[in-house]
């Protein structure tokens, strides 16, 4: 465990990852007015929900510097996280919004965006030390959503857990050692809920299991 006050995540010009760094400095020049840096994780260090996507979007959390924000996938997140009492405020797809997250955390196994949306092992290794540090730094941490598999999979790795012992499935909960539970759901692409992977109500099903572990207020 480290202090909230330890945590930092990475500086705006990273190095860590050269194929992640030369992309966001090519998009630098074609768009100055875009973030085009490692993003920063959203909500508060004391939150006990903590979900985990695997990096940001080009023209969404890439352009507007919060993650799932700007794109399809924040429109259903951010408006589900609303519905079930994590969220308030309202959701205008820039991070200066007004949107607060309650009890909820949002961030990315790699931080900066990829070519093609697919971070290749090396990055997922060499940023993975900030969500170490991230999950280590949440003192009243009990749930994390994963987002698709490969979010699932960057989680167990985070933990050093083997991945053959908790198979990823959408709606399925993990128990895993310390007291923490691992949520799945298929991600909040526009392309899973266009072919009916996901729906609203399966994206909702997920949130109404994860409430039921972490009672709100009003509850």
Same mark, same amino acid.
């Given at each position: 465990?480290?202090?909230?006050?330890?945590?930092?995540?990475?500086?705006?010009?990273?190095?860590?990852?050269?194929?992640?760094?030369?992309?966001?400095?090519?998009?630098?020049?074609?768009?100055?007015?875009?973030?085009?840096?490692?993003?920063?994780?959203?909500?508060?260090?004391?939150?006990?929900?903590? #979900?985990?996507? /695997?990096?940001?979007?080009?023209? *969404? @959390?890439? %352009? !507007?510097?919060?993650?799932?924000?700007?794109?399809?996938?924040?429109?259903?997140?951010?408006?589900?996280?609303?519905?079930?009492?994590?969220?308030?405020?309202?959701?205008?797809?820039?991070?200066?919004?007004?949107?607060?997250?309650?009890?909820?955390?949002?961030?990315?196994?790699?931080?900066?965006?990829?070519?093609?949306?697919?971070?290749?092992?090396?990055?997922?290794?060499?940023?993975?030390?900030?969500?170490?540090?991230?999950?280590?730094?949440?003192?009243?941490?009990?749930? #994390?959503?994963? /987002?698709?598999?490969?979010?699932? *999979? @960057?989680? %167990? !790795?985070?933990?050093?857990?083997?991945?053959?012992?908790?198979?990823?499935?959408?709606?399925?909960?993990?128990?895993?050692?310390?007291?923490?539970?691992?949520?799945?759901?298929?991600?909040?692409?526009?392309?899973?809920?266009?072919?009916?992977?996901?729906?609203?109500?399966?994206?909702?099903?997920?949130?109404?299991?994860?409430?039921?572990?972490?009672?709100?207020?009003?509850?």
């Amino acid at each position: 465990m480290i202090s909230p006050t330890e945590f930092s995540g990475p500086e705006r010009d990273c190095e860590r990852c050269p194929r992640l760094r030369a992309f966001l400095l090519e998009h630098r020049r074609a768009h100055p007015d875009w973030h085009n840096a490692p993003v920063p994780s959203f909500g508060s260090l004391d939150a006990r929900l903590l #979900i985990v996507g /695997l990096a940001p979007g080009l023209k *969404g @959390a890439n %352009l !507007t510097g919060r993650p799932f924000t700007g794109d399809y996938a924040g429109d259903l997140l951010y408006a589900t996280l609303r519905k079930m009492e994590f969220a308030a405020g309202t959701y205008a797809k820039h991070r200066d919004d007004g949107l607060e997250l309650h009890d909820c955390r949002v961030t990315n196994a790699v931080r900066c965006v990829p070519p093609q949306n697919k971070p290749i092992g090396a990055e997922q290794t060499a940023c993975r030390p900030f969500l170490v540090d991230e999950m280590a730094a949440m003192p009243n941490l009990r749930v #994390i959503l994963a /987002l698709g598999g490969l979010a699932h *999979g @960057a989680v %167990l !790795t985070t933990l050093g857990l083997r991945k053959s012992a908790y198979k990823f499935g959408h709606n399925v909960r993990h128990e895993l050692p310390g007291g923490l539970t691992l949520a799945d759901s298929y991600h909040c692409s526009r392309y899973n809920t266009n072919t009916g992977r996901l729906t609203e109500t399966m994206f909702l099903d997920v949130f109404e299991g994860i409430r039921e572990l972490l009672p709100s207020a009003s509850d």
